[in-house]
């Protein structure tokens, strides 16, 4: 038999070739390499797309015909509101498909075949990939792990191609509008005329849905990868809430949040208007934006701040199963922060060295600072959150024993202790069958940490007085619990909105200017366009990971 | 108190942000950005080596006085080869330092302060920081973790900077002498004469040592990642076998090895001086040194599946303990493979597109897709080796109850086991006094998975015959045991042989010129720098691991 940890690193690194062969094209047709088309780049990406196709679709059949062998789910893996996300960024690609199409059928005389081929094969890829992850994101595979786990890490890496592609498509529409500012234009329109009307509504509308189709892709590889992660996996069964999204508990979080958003876009639709139209009017919304940003993130600062605070008065241990999952999501806050702490490091430096201060250069110093401290604390939050034993748990099982040594009957105090839980307790309702089976449930939390120890606790001579007490210290938990949900759910908010400006086209790093003559016009265009994708995709992440947060806090 | 996971994403974001500080303004510095001068680099460079000095000094002083809190050793880290090994660059980097102090000396006129106070400060800190690296490498500090997490973490991230320092001084070094042969020459000289004789040794000397720099930080910088990633961490004990290098037994891969590496010196010494002397000699060099490259990469590619194949026939179950050592080394050997692979592609690339095909530019191909294959070919055999389980506790614990079994004494029986195994046993004679006292070794060993199994299958009843099958069984094993080590032998020498051209300046990606018509002279670059450092990185690595496994198989 082959050992696993081989399989894995054969897999990982024909994935990564693949990724580079991409990469390496891509970069050739960016930088307009002598004999590379267009169309090459296209050809490459329909290929591997038609691969991973074939691939899903072998996989589906087989686990149709074969039920049996897929038995273990990881509960952790593909929760429900990430497939609801995956499924809505899918819809706006697919209309970013259509569009496509459309563009390639009014400029069909002169476009090549693969303009049109491409979007046909990533609209049915989408479609496909969006079924095969409802149905298959949780599986645990166990069979033919070799060949799976070509199949996952060829999905990994074609939609972080993708990814890529996207990204670069984007970059180099970003940079051609900011040169287009700067006099020069050198975007690249087809040699015939379009034979439709809807060309320039295909054309110009395409690029305010590229930033669904990025968060799209980088989204379904994240999820493949958690599947790759799990094959062959031993599991131990955790029953995982079901979580449920209620407004109830975090108005406070989500009425602060929701202003922050409303002026969000509407400083990102002044910022758009008023760039580029004359000095003064570009300072001012340099200047606007800069304030807006300053003040956002230092509320997301302290309330950060708070939140870890917070947690610091609360002991409570930290969840050290292995989850590849959870994981990913720690180490993917701390990459992305890190791809895109760069841009604000090159503002700073460029700040400090610069020869000439126009005055609406040094709101970007405090910006710029803003956001690596902002990233830096929010991370830690995050993590925190992310890695800490869920109390409820254990909350129950006192509950129950409690309930048993002082009436003998849980069926009898339990609700009575619902309703003192307000917001918590609430959530249980989709377990308690389990707690009744006190089998079943043994088995299932046998592989937690915790556990023994929380059960010698409730094992340990219980009297009313006891429960008494933890009545009281209950309701300050319960209270620090409300001030964590609605900073999480705040912060969640913050991030969507911090997310837009750099997804649909603010580029302040472009606009000032000064990076620009500090660095120079090319290096810096480099700097941006490798830092902003990770910026734009953090932002998403850590909205994704604080949502998950504010649910299950 | 603190949780260890925040911990080290609080230590490890504070050190990522100051490496990507300097990245920035080691960026800033190679583009010639406005405002930003060497001594800036410089000045920063010291400071952070200040700091990591400072504690360091803390921490030995502290160690010495309060001994008993470091108590814990992790035995894979730090090991001696790898001390050495660090202790030879040191010395080499020593010198490097000393030729930069001549250097600043002669041309004091004209240098900033700065060019003098960095070698000063950077021999000081290499000094300690090997003395640092061989007393505590090992290591696990179990008190005040978070300030020791962010005085290990700065230093990692400042070897890690140094390094970067070096590979981008060197890097100018080759691009400058790439551009001489193109005409222009761009090389900053000082801009006054030396004062004293030995000036141009200095300059000329100084990159012939940069390689040695180089791999003495990036070493470091992971004795010291190892160092952060057991703070506080729980080890099982389990006994580390010395390990010991003997020729004996592994004197064809160390011939055919040693053939390699003549070859390559030859190989390198005639590429560098006929290089840029005239059109055809060039070509020549270049077809000398593509034809070179194939067919050694074509002999490791050989040997590495035969190693797989007979990893493939022998049974043995992975260790799969947890170890940041090894997990370290498993995870730089993909990453700087990774890193390095876009190096091939280009050139892969290059050539399907290029337009005309001069005749040696056709060696590039098999060349470029050899040295992928090798890298993924080699990672899969150094992994396997690493993660397997070591056979020789379990042949010991055999060997112990066969003899108590049949003779009732162990001590009679081992000296005529130890004959049979050859080399293998030799090497055991380290830990034979664990043997004895029983009652160690099965707390040490408390933490090993496979060794329940073992115990249960040495304790049903053994006779006479179990133990002469053994004999013969284990000739073969020990055949195979013999092949695994020449391979591991030959693969290390043919390692270090593919270091010594990049690392001394054979740059046929530059030399060919396919690449550079094809991407363009400044993208090229861009790759070329990129990718080089890993592919350096990669082959010492590979040697060391290398080195590692042919010890232990």
């Known amino acids: 038999s082959y050992p696993q940890k081989n399989a894995e690193i054969l897999s990982s690194q024909y994935g990564i070739n693949l990724f580079l062969a991409g990469l390496l094209l891509m970069f050739a047709w960016a930088v307009h390499a002598v004999g590379i088309r267009k169309q090459d780049l296209l050809s490459y990406l329909i290929t ?78 989408t479609l496909l990939q969006v079924y095969f992850l409802w149905c298959h994101a949780k599986d645990i595979i166990q069979s033919f792990k070799t060949l799976e786990r070509f199949g996952v890490i060829h ?24 040169k287009e500012r700067l006099i020069t234009l050198d975007d690249q329109v087809p040699e015939c005329n379009c034979t439709t009307t809807l060309c320039s509504i295909f054309s110009q509308g395409m690029y305010y849905l590229y930033p669904f189709n990025i968060e799209y892709h980088i989204l379904a ?89 917070i947690y610091r008065l609360e002991e409570r241990s930290m969840d050290n199963s292995k989850n590849p999952a959870r994981k990913l999501d720690a180490d993917l806050l701390v990459g992305t922060a890190s791809g895109s702490w760069p841009l604000s490091w090159g503002s700073i430096l460029a700040i400090i060295c610069a020869q000439s201060h126009p005055k609406y250069t040094w709101y970007n110093l405090p910006y710029s600072i803003l956001v690596i401290i902002e990233k830096y604390i929010q991370n830690l939050f995050i993590i925190e959150s992310i890695l800490r034993e869920e109390e409820k748990v254990n909350d129950n099982i006192k509950t129950l024993r409690i309930g048993t040594v002082s009436s003998g009957s849980t069926l009898s105090l339990t609700p009575s202790y619902k309703e003192i839980y307000t917001g918590a307790a609430d959530m249980d309702n989709g377990k308690f069958p389990y707690m009744f089976d006190g089998n079943i449930y043994m088995r299932e939390r046998s592989g937690g940490d915790g556990f023994d120890e929380v059960r010698s606790q409730a094992s340990s001579p219980v009297t009313h007085s006891t429960s008494n007490f933890s009545l009281y210290s209950r309701n300050s938990v319960n209270n620090k619990r409300r001030i964590l949900k609605n900073i999480a759910a705040f912060l969640f908010l913050c991030n969507l909105s911090l997310w837009i400006p750099p997804a649909f086209g603010c580029r302040p790093e472009y606009d000032n200017g000064l990076e620009e003559i500090v660095f120079g016009f090319e290096p810096w265009i480099i700097v941006v366009n490798l830092a902003m994708p990770f910026s734009i995709f953090y932002r998403m992440h850590s909205a994704a990971s604080l949502f998950e947060v504010s649910c299950k806090t």
Request: charged content about 15%.
């Open 221 to 309: 590889s994240t999820m493949l990868y958690v599947l790759w992660k799990n094959i062959g996996r031993k599991v131990e069964h955790h029953h995982q809430h079901k979580i449920l999204f209620k407004f109830h508990g975090i108005t406070v979080g989500m009425i602060f949040g929701l202003i922050v958003l409303i002026s969000t876009i509407a400083v990102v639709v002044v910022y758009l208007i008023q760039m580029g139209r004359s000095k003064i009017k570009s300072e001012l919304a340099l200047t606007m934006f800069y304030l807006y940003g300053i003040s956002v993130l230092t509320l997301m600062c302290a309330t950060g701040i708070v939140a870890l605070l």
């Open 155 to 178: 999905s990994v890496f074609t939609n972080l191609l993708l990814w890529t592609n996207g990204v670069l498509t984007e970059s180099k529409h970003q940079l051609n509008e900011h």
């Open 48 to 125: 591997i797309m038609l691969i991973q196709l074939l691939w899903m679709l072998w996989y589906i059949c087989r686990s149709y015909t074969q039920r049996r062998l897929i038995q273990e789910k990881d509960t952790h893996a593909g929760a429900r509101w990430l497939k609801c996300g995956i499924t809505l960024f899918a819809v706006i690609t697919l209309i970013l498909d259509s569009f496509k199409i459309g563009y390639f059928i009014g400029f069909s005389n002169c476009l090549s075949a693969t303009e049109g081929i491409f979007p046909v094969t990533h609209a049915v890829h």
